[in-house]
């Protein structure tokens, strides 16, 4: 089954797919992300705010979020953390 974690505004992403979430103040991840804008590989989850995390897929897609990176990485770590605890429950 998924694991789907909230990246801010009700939107989920599958977190087997999130490769790394990176903080888009670089000019590099900048040139990326408008590149991906153009290719229409871009997922724009911000809500009209301002992008404070960019989260890149295995399927070569990059996620915006208006949630600061930090945010999302806790979201994740305690997603992995609720799940290995059910694994020892369930033994």
Avoid: C, W, Y
Avoid at 24 to 42: C, F, H, L, N, T
Avoid at 59 to 74: C, F, K, N, P, V
């Amino acid at each position: 089954m998924a694991k789907l974690v909230n990246i801010g505004f009700g939107n989920l992403v599958n977190a087997d797919k999130v490769v790394a979430v990176i903080n888009p103040d670089s000019a590099p991840i900048k040139r990326m992300v408008q590149q991906a804008k153009e290719r229409g590989s871009a997922i724009d989850a911000t809500q009209g705010r301002r992008t404070k995390a960019v989260l890149f897929t295995t399927d070569d897609r990059l996620i915006l979020s208006a949630l600061q990176a930090d945010t999302i990485s806790r979201r994740f770590h305690a997603k992995t953390i609720s799940e290995e605890k059910g694994d020892l429950d369930e033994s």
